[in-house]
């Protein structure tokens, strides 16, 4: 005759029979997983909270710092075009036909200030490569940003944002200031006053942030 368990009520384990293991004693706190984080799909984790405006450079030390990384750059231009300008040449040829209409003069450009222009072009050309590009993306910080005490890195990885990005964002730049007369370019530069971050729109697309060198 089989016996019949009253609800409630637990079979007795045969002799022989191992007893199954107890469950595992909860984590500190009693907290346990949630089902789909103990299959391997954690939730997300909810996003920390939002640095103050003050954390990041300040529009004014960002101007400065793109001044000081402009100097070398006009100053090599300045130099190719006023030896352009200072020896040219005039050429004067005289009307001897029948008409005579006398003597007709031309100043151009000399051989010297040919060569001079286009030896300081790519000097400077080459120099923002290295500053704005090379120095910016490796190190974190242009000339300019370096005497202004700032550096330029990823918002996600906080590292420098490399030699291709820093001259992207530089390409990026000199675009904007080519459409719309330069209106573009305008907002972009502006838009740190008022942004909680203090990114132009640049640093926005490329998720760029100008960071103390303190910090």
């Known amino acids: 005759m089989t016996d019949q368990l009253r609800p409630g009520s637990y079979p007795l384990s045969k002799p022989g029979a191992t007893a199954p293991p107890p469950p595992p004693p909860p984590p500190l706190g009693g907290y346990y997983p949630p089902p789909q984080a103990a299959h391997g799909n954690p939730s997300p984790l909810p996003p920390g ?26 100053l090599l231009l300045g130099i190719g075009v006023g030896v352009l300008l200072g020896t040219q ?34 000097l400077a ?14 190190t974190g910080s242009s000339i300019g940003q ?40 305008l907002i972009a530069v502006l838009f740190p006053l008022w942004d909680p971050k203090r990114q132009t729109l640049v640093d926005k697309m490329l998720k760029h942030v100008a960071l103390p060198m303190n910090s």
């Open 49 to 74: 909270p939002s640095l103050p405006p003050e954390a990041y450079a300040s529009w004014g030390s960002r101007v400065v710092a793109r001044l000081i990384d402009t100097v070398p750059v006009m």
């Open 125 to 138: 050309l080459t120099f923002g490569i290295w500053n704005l590009g090379y120095r910016q993306g490796t």
């Open 89 to 122: 040449e005039t050429a004067c040829l005289t009307d001897t036909s029948e008409y005579s209409l006398g003597e007709f003069c031309a100043t151009g450009a000399s051989t010297i200030g040919q060569v001079s222009i286009a030896v300081t072009t790519i």
């Open 146 to 185: 370096t005497i202004m005490k700032f550096r330029l890195v990823n918002e996600t990885t906080g590292k420098p944002v490399g030699f291709a990005m820093a001259l992207l964002r530089e390409i990026m730049y000199g675009v904007a200031g080519g459409l719309c007369f330069g209106v573009l370019y």
